[in-house]
């Protein structure tokens, strides 16, 4: 590995674990006071999620030599804040469990895989596009509450891209530093949460949690994460094995999910910061960037009181304007590839592009799930239309 180390692989692997924790943790915050946790089970509940994500990132991607990245369902702790009301939190540990189970199942058999190949590769491309674009284009509104620290960030990125390509993120993110001190924008250091040990649940299996809470949370994370990441491999170029990675790591999330974890999958938001270009030219020393984050989420896990409250420190058009410069490579390669295909193929892509990014939520389902959906029925609709002679459409 030291061979293949590189700063511009470390820094995106840690960037892409730190800015998970600058967003998406608020969601799982909030998730927890839905669930009316303790100080201690709050604590647990973040602990099992950054040491699971951690841990599998490390050891798969030392094993694939690909860049694994292991993030929390953000768009499953979303459902749990409106699902948990009425049911006790061992009931949601038995949930989480049998949640994660089924992934697992889906994963190691094989059908998980079974499934995304027969979704077209523009489809599945479309929905990654629909998945990072919104936060590419509401980056842009920093330029009206934050202009000088995000026109600073941005001209820093574009003339890093010209000059030192690989260190263009790292120059982006060191600009957004010294403007938003230089500004006096960094917020006040939030009261610091001890993240300690774990805090084991009992877990109680209900059918009633199980169709409220397991059902809607299998297929979220399966759709709206593990799609997306997988998806996200392949368009650097990866051939990623989908059943040892959703079925392994949906197997360490059932066995943390009695510490709190209620979900762990593939990154796809975030973990694109770390897989695509910015990372490193040659995708064969972008694992690097996994290790790296991988080992950020277990610091982060058992000292994450104080690394959290300086992070949030950062104003948030700071974050969210370093995050989406660091997206602009993936994005381009989703948009190019959800363009890739003919007219047909094009028409269920770029549907699955538009629902996916309406932010539609539906029967407790989120937009990539519709996305996905709608992309895949307009596909299957166009290609049992037989084409006509002379070869139009």
Same mark, same amino acid.
């Given at each position: 590995?030291?061979?293949?180390? !590189? ?24 998730? #927890? ?49 409106? !699902? ?275 932010? #539609? ?14 992309? !895949? ?17």
């Amino acid at each position: 590995m030291l061979r293949d180390l !590189s700063l511009s692989a470390v820094v995106a692997g840690v960037l892409s674990a730190l800015i998970n924790f600058a967003g998406p943790f608020l969601v799982v915050l909030e998730a #927890t006071r839905a669930a009316g946790l303790d100080a201690a089970q709050t604590a647990s509940w973040v602990w099992a999620l950054s040491i699971g994500n951690g841990l599998c990132s490390v050891v798969l991607s030392l094993c694939t030599r690909v860049p694994v990245v292991v993030a929390w369902s953000t768009p499953g702790a979303a459902l749990l804040i409106a !699902s948990l009301g009425g049911f006790s939190f061992a009931e949601a540990v038995g949930a989480f469990i049998a949640a994660s189970l089924a992934a697992a199942v889906f994963g190691l058999t094989g059908w998980f895989g079974w499934i995304l190949a027969r979704v077209p590769a523009p489809v599945l491309q479309a929905l990654l596009a629909g998945i990072l674009l919104p936060f590419v284009i509401t980056a842009a509104g920093a330029f009206a509450t934050a202009p000088l620290i995000a026109g600073g960030i941005v001209l820093t990125f574009f003339l890093g891209k010209r000059f030192f390509d690989r260190y263009a993120v790292l120059a982006a993110l060191a600009a957004g530093l010294l403007l938003s001190w230089a500004t006096g924008s960094f917020h006040a250091l939030a009261p610091v949460m001890t993240l300690g040990g774990p805090v084991f649940t009992a877990p109680v299996f209900t059918p009633a949690a199980l169709v409220s809470i397991a059902l809607p949370l299998f297929i979220v994370t399966m759709a709206s994460q593990n799609a997306p990441g997988i998806a996200l491999l392949q368009s650097q170029g990866y051939r990623p094995n989908d059943r040892l990675l959703v079925g392994s790591i949906s197997a360490v999330s059932a066995a943390l999910a009695p510490f709190g974890a209620h979900g762990i999958n593939l990154g796809a938001i975030t973990a694109a910061i770390a897989i695509g270009p910015e990372s490193h030219p040659d995708r064969a020393r972008r694992y690097v960037a996994g290790v790296a984050g991988g080992l950020s989420y277990l610091l982060i896990g058992w000292f994450g009181g104080v690394i959290v409250a300086w992070f949030q420190a950062i104003p948030s058009e700071t974050v969210a304007v370093v995050a989406a410069v660091a997206l602009l490579g993936s994005a381009l390669t989703a948009l190019t590839g959800a363009m890739s295909g003919d007219a047909r193929t094009g028409l269920a892509a770029l549907t699955t592009l538009a629902v996916t990014m309406s932010g #539609t939520v539906f029967l407790g389902l989120g937009a990539a799930f519709w996305g996905l959906l709608a992309g !895949s029925a307009v596909h299957l609709v166009l290609a049992r239309r037989p084409a006509r002679q002379d070869g139009s459409r």
